[in-house]
């Protein structure tokens, strides 16, 4: 299959790497120096299991690209507004943009300007960060669950899947993709919030008795937002996320980070999007109010020296 990866940071040079060894013409599309790492030395991707470095196309310029069969489109939702135009260049009349990025809105984001029945809107699974230019490190292994946004199999739907499968992703097809990705904004959210405003990961925040409860309380507001939204949720979510991060090896979020290295951050997706969202339609979230107030002096990075 033909793919262009719009955003070959973490989550996207993971995937890259994993769809390009499998044998995939795969393009990144990156910037900078991982940009120029990549194109020199090739892609290294260190994972639990193992490492390896597969040669890969990458560019800056979505038009050097064109056509392909499949976009996996997974920059950081702040830039989506300089962004999402300069995807045209590689749709064609049967392109699919495969959208993982983090929040509940990006898929509306992208309709807006490629049109609905080209997006198909998912959730990614795992951790993995830029470790150097050109080196991707993967803590907990992707996986991947996405679906048509009218609650349909389609066809391709189903070759995505394989693709992704073919390649040692772990990958569900969803008939409710809405909810899988309010499963993961509830959970995300909140991680990102608690650990970003501690300056401490989450499990070891976890040990300390009232961050534990405001974490819960945080995708207890969450998930009521979601609930009002008529969004198909478990009412046991937030203890079921609860013991899934327990169980998890210690990880970081990107936007704990961000924050940790003066980054621009996706504070507005994440508990933006949860105070927005409830303003609409009237469910409270004071934790996540207070988490953006905390967060929000360095939401855009650290402001430059004069």
């Not at 690209?65 to 045209?88: A, D, E």
């Not at 980054?263 to 979230?285: F, H, M, N, W």
Request: hydrophobic residues 45%; charged residues 20%; contains cysteine.
């Amino acid at each position: 299959m033909r793919i262009a990866v719009m955003g070959a940071g973490g989550v996207g040079g993971c995937l890259g790497g994993l769809l390009a060894k499998a044998g995939n013409d795969v393009s990144l599309i990156a910037r900078g120096e991982h940009l120029e790492a990549i194109r020199a030395n090739g892609l290294k991707l260190i994972r639990p299991s193992g490492e390896f470095v597969v040669e890969v196309k990458a560019t800056d310029d979505p038009a050097q690209v064109g056509p392909v069969n499949l976009v996996l489109f997974t920059v950081k939702t702040l830039h989506n507004r300089q962004i999402i135009s300069t995807l045209r260049p590689l749709i064609g009349h049967e392109t699919s943009v495969l959208t993982l990025q983090n929040g509940v809105e990006s898929h509306e984001q992208l309709s807006a300007v490629l049109g609905s029945q080209t997006i198909l809107p998912g959730a990614f699974w795992g951790s993995s960060q830029i470790q150097s230019p050109g080196v991707i490190s993967e803590v907990v292994e992707a996986r991947i669950s996405f679906g048509e946004v009218d609650e349909t199999e389609s066809l391709r739907a189903l070759d995505i899947r394989k693709v992704f499968r073919e390649a040692g992703i772990e990958t569900e097809l969803s008939p409710d993709p809405m909810q899988v990705l309010w499963r993961k904004f509830i959970v995300l959210s909140a991680v990102a919030g608690v650990t970003s405003a501690a300056r401490m990961r989450i499990k070891e925040l976890l040990r300390f008795s009232d961050a534990r409860l405001m974490f819960c309380d945080a995708m207890e507001e969450a998930l009521a937002v979601g609930l009002a939204k008529g969004i198909n949720l478990p009412e046991g979510l937030v203890q079921e996320s609860l013991e899934y991060i327990d169980g998890l090896p210690s990880f970081q979020t990107s936007m704990h980070t961000e924050y940790e290295r003066g980054l621009p951050t996706e504070l507005d997706a994440l508990s933006g999007a949860v105070i927005r969202l409830g303003k609409q339609i009237g469910v409270p979230t004071p934790v996540h109010s207070f988490l953006y107030s905390v967060l929000l002096p360095h939401k855009d990075g650290h402001p430059a020296a004069d």
